[in-house]
């Protein structure tokens, strides 16, 4: 499933095309994906402007002058396609600009989903309600870690996954970034001092930020707008590598918890 830096990649990759853009002509090539189209999408879309692109968590937010927000998801295997020479059969919807250029949304598993939101009142939308703090953002501190943990006996690794303690972190990054950090994954996530959350958040960003230069991760479905592949996966520390020799001289091992394979080191991760 793409994560945070797929979908910032996603979003980066958009904007030179989208951005600033009068939308001629918006398409949807069938009713749903994961819940139907907006009734109202091309009524609302069509003849406005895009002023922002951004993203939130793991959704991508599209506004325009008419105080609209598009907002997707990418689900399990969705990609935009810039310019496509020709339409796929899973090209799902068509964006075409003023310019000419066009995007198409294309999910073969149909696990994304495409709203439309006030933008001034995209903090009311569902599934932004609960959310956590951006992981990239001021708001995510050692202290707050600190304060949402305390007490918590489940794993750090599931309390980082928990949208509601921050927003956008996946497995594959809360995997490195632990990693990154020394702390182990098993560890109860309020037994986590407060100088090694600091690590941690430090871990976090810098993870974060690497994926993103390196366009995220391809493991399966996933490419960049531009059809490029995401290439930080070949600086995967822990990530898949079950059984191989951790830069530590020990041995990356694997297990599995809340339904979600966890790669960690435990000759280094003893934190």
């Known amino acids: 499933m793409p994560e945070l830096p797929e979908v910032e990649t996603t979003v980066r990759g958009l904007a030179p095309v989208l951005e600033g ?14 819940r139907p189209f907006p009734e109202d999408l091309r009524q609302r879309m069509t003849g406005a402007r895009v002023t922002s692109l951004g993203r939130r968590a793991k959704y991508g937010l599209v506004a325009t002058d008419r105080g609209d927000t ?19 059969p899973h090209d799902h919807l068509l964006i075409e600009t003023g310019a000419g250029r066009r995007v198409a949304l294309n999910d073969p598993r149909r696990f994304g989903s495409v709203d439309l939101w006030r933008s001034d009142a995209l903090a009311g939308f569902p599934a932004f309600a609960a959310l956590g ?18 007490g918590r006996r489940a794993s750090i690794k599931l309390m ?6 921050v927003a956008g972190l996946g497995n594959i990054y809360v995997c490195e970034a632990l990693h990154l950090a020394r702390i182990s994954p098993k560890r109860a996530a309020g037994d986590v001092s407060r100088a090694k959350l600091g690590r941690l958040v430090e871990a976090i960003r810098a993870v974060l930020l690497s994926a993103i230069e390196a366009g995220g991760s391809t493991l399966r479905d996933y490419a960049r707008p531009d059809g490029e592949l995401g290439y930080f996966s070949k600086q995967f520390l822990v990530y898949g590598r079950e059984g191989l020799p951790c830069a530590c001289g020990g041995v990356v091992e694997r297990y599995a918890e809340g339904g979600r394979s966890t790669f960690w080191c435990p000759a280094c991760q003893r934190g």
């Open 160 to 165: 980082l996954l928990d949208q509601r303690i």
């Open 21 to 34: 853009a009068s939308i001629a002509a918006i398409e949807t090539r069938r009713a749903d994906l994961r």
């Open 133 to 150: 703090p951006e992981p990239l953002g001021p708001e995510l501190t050692a202290a707050y870690l600190y304060r949402m943990l305390a």
């Open 70 to 88: 598009m907002i997707f998801h990418l689900g399990m295997s969705g990609r935009w396609r810039i310019d496509p020479g020709e339409l796929l």
